[in-house]
T-cell receptor
């Protein structure tokens, strides 16, 4: 079975400071990992993915994530947060055989001016 | 990027009626689409996997007769909530992907309110 855990319901950070949103996963076989962002009453926007290759993945809007196999983690990071980054962030893992995308519980990011 | 269109974006209906939600992949063919349900301030729960030309695969606990899924073409999947009740009120989101294990592209969601 595949699963994703986001241990923080909410992350608060001041604008201009670096941010980290944590994610750990469990999956059989190679992990296919994703980060999505959701704004209120909207669908999900794709930020970045790890399929294979370099452990540091760069994505949209200045976000990046680091795949750590030994710690089974895929934390989302950004060097300098913007107020407009405030939203709900989801980590997800996709099973190779099932194709299903399973989401973590989500983390609300609040960036204060 | 790929575009997935979902319609309607919101719908209000009376208890006992049926509601159909459409999900279209506009610029690519999707052999597989996925339907999710999201409650306020919660995560997305996978309801079913929609396969073009065959029956949908439902997740455990999802009523097949309540949530009818039809994937009649490579660009269209529909979710019909039959005999809707207030507890079916939710945000329904569809997604689709190109072949392989790449990212899924999501529709904008459909908010269903059953009175």
């Amino acid at each position: 079975a595949q699963s994703v855990a986001q241990p923080e319901d909410q992350v608060n950070v001041a604008e201009g400071n670096p941010l980290t949103v944590k994610c750990t996963y469990s999956v059989s076989g190679n992990p296919y990992l994703f980060w999505y962002v959701q704004y209120p009453n909207r669908g999900l926007q794709f930020l970045l993915k790890y399929i294979t290759g370099d452990n540091l993945v760069k994505g949209s809007y200045g976000f990046e994530a680091e795949f750590n196999k030994s710690q089974t983690s895929f934390h989302l990071k950004k060097p300098s947060a913007l107020v407009s980054d405030s939203a709900l962030y989801f980590c997800a893992v996709r099973g190779y055989h099932t194709g299903k995308l399973i989401f973590g519980q989500g983390t609300t990011l609040q960036v204060k001016p | 990027g790929a575009v997935v269109s979902q319609h309607p974006s919101w719908v209000i209906c009376k208890s006992g009626t049926s509601v159909k939600i459409e999900c279209r992949s506009l610029d690519f063919q999707a052999t597989t689409m996925f339907w999710y349900r999201q409650f306020p301030k919660q995560s997305l729960m996978l309801m079913a996997t929609s396969n073009e030309g065959s029956k949908a695969t439902y997740e455990q606990g999802v009523e097949k007769d309540k949530f009818l899924i039809n994937h009649a073409s490579l660009t269209l999947s529909t979710l019909t909530v039959t005999s809707a009740h207030p507890e079916d009120s939710s945000f329904y989101i569809c997604s689709a992907s190109r072949q392989g294990v790449g990212e899924l592209f999501f529709g904008e969601g459909s908010r269903l309110t059953v009175l």
